[in-house]
Structure formats: structure tokens, C-alpha cells
T-cell receptor
């Protein structure tokens, strides 16, 4: 295990369909983050887990979005009834807590690029 | 609302030269962390350098160093002896006040030319 992995790497779907992405963090990393990155922008925070608990959700995470991390290992991000505005790169990151808030280094995965037609 | 501003959408530098990328930020915290991340073309984002706000000394990692001006809320990245492999998008980030997530700027696209 050399890094954060995400699957699939690319997803093309039609508007209105549901999609699910998976993120496998670095083993022993108990913190996991989801971000969304649109073209020409920096990543925007969506949600954060510590172990299996979802501790933060951005206002960007509408009711159509749901994220889980059932056993504190891998995580899934589901988007229901996709819209064209959901087209973006979805990034996952993980970290191992060191001394407190802000000191973790977040390790990013390669992302899942979603295209909604 | 928190903002991280990178005023240079694109920059270019010749190999072996030095380049400085600018970043300003806003936060209501007194103690916080700042980060520079690099995203090479079609590759994943990696941490370049980070700075703890309560430390006076500017962080340095090999050819990468920062100029942290807390009062001005400025956090620039200096790349010395630029290499072709430094070509990438560079993102400045700070912590979201409420927790552990990061708040990113729009990025600066750096091109290193031979």
C-alpha cells in the first residue's frame, strides 16, 4: 500500500443517474476527507471522517450527496440524481493524527473525474 | 467567509532560476497552519511545505521556502533553482476554522522552461 487509491478514475453518466465512488485511504490513517475540484478552481471541502464518524459536512454537500465510512477504513461517496453541475474531479485524502488540529499532512488520491451528460 | 487568494493564475520561469508565488488569506484564528500543495499535470496533489502561524521562522524544505507575514496575512512560496519537474499547479491552503479540512486558493499554474 503506497498511497490513497480511488475508483473509478473516470465516470461518465447521464443526468438523473446515481453514481458511487470509492476511496481507500492509506492503512492506519483514521482521518478521511472528500473534496470536489472543478476546472480552474482549487479543491473545495465536502466532508470529513474520523474513523467511521462523519464529523464535518460542508454546505456544498447537498441532500443528493451522501458519504459513508462504515468500518473506518474505505469510504464511499454517492451522488443521487446527478446534475450537469456535479461534473468535477472528486478527491479523497487521508491523514494520521499527530499532535492536534492542523498538524496532519493530508495525502491525496488521484481523484475520480465525473462527467454528467 | 474564509478566503485564500492567489493573484497569479499563471507564471513561467526558466530552469535554474528562482520564482515566487503569492498567496494571501483570511482567518479569524490566532494559531493556525498554512500549506502549499503541488498538483502536477494528471497526477495527484502532494504537500510541498507547511507553516505554523505561531512560529516566527519561515519554513524551508530543500529548494522550497516560504515568506510568512502574519500581520499582512501573506504566505508566499519561493522556489529556488527551478527544475522542469516543478511544472505544476500550486495551491495555497489554510485550515477551515471549524476543523481539520483545508480551504484552497484557485491555484497558480507554474511552467518551468528549459
Amino acid at each position: 500500500d503506497t498511497g490513497v487509491s480511488q475508483n473509478p478514475r473516470h465516470k461518465i453518466t447521464k443526468r438523473g443517474q446515481n453514481v458511487t465512488f470509492r476511496c481507500d485511504p492509506i492503512s492506519e490513517h483514521n482521518r478521511l476527507y472528500w473534496y470536489r475540484q472543478t476546472l480552474g478552481q482549487g479543491p473545495e471541502f465536502l466532508t470529513y471522517f474520523q474513523n467511521e464518524a462523519q464529523l464535518e459536512k460542508s454546505r456544498l454537500l447537498s441532500d443528493r450527496f451522501s458519504a459513508e465510512r462504515p468500518k473506518g477504513s474505505f469510504s464511499t461517496l454517492e451522488i443521487q440524481r446527478t446534475e450537469q453541475g456535479d461534473s468535477a474531479m472528486y478527491l479523497c485524502a487521508s491523514s494520521f493524527p499527530s499532535q492536534g488540529r492542523g498538524t496532519d499532512t493530508q495525502y491525496f488520491g488521484p481523484g475520480t473525474r465525473l462527467t454528467v451528460l | 467567509a474564509q478566503t485564500v487568494t492567489q493573484s497569479q493564475p499563471e507564471m513561467s520561469v526558466q530552469e535554474a532560476e528562482t520564482v515566487t508565488l503569492s498567496c494571501t488569506y483570511d482567518t479569524s484564528e490566532n494559531n493556525y497552519y498554512l500549506f502549499w500543495y503541488k498538483q502536477p499535470p494528471s497526477r495527484q496533489m502532494i504537500l510541498v511545505i507547511r507553516q505554523e502561524a505561531y512560529k516566527q521562522q519561515n519554513a524551508t524544505e530543500n529548494r522550497f521556502s516560504v515568506n510568512f507575514q502574519k500581520a499582512a496575512k501573506s504566505f508566499s512560496l519561493k522556489i529556488s533553482d527551478s527544475q522542469l519537474g516543478d511544472t505544476a499547479m500550486y495551491f495555497c491552503a489554510n485550515e477551515v476554522d471549524s476543523g481539520y479540512a483545508l480551504n484552497f486558493g484557485k491555484g497558480t499554474s507554474l511552467l518551468v522552461t528549459p
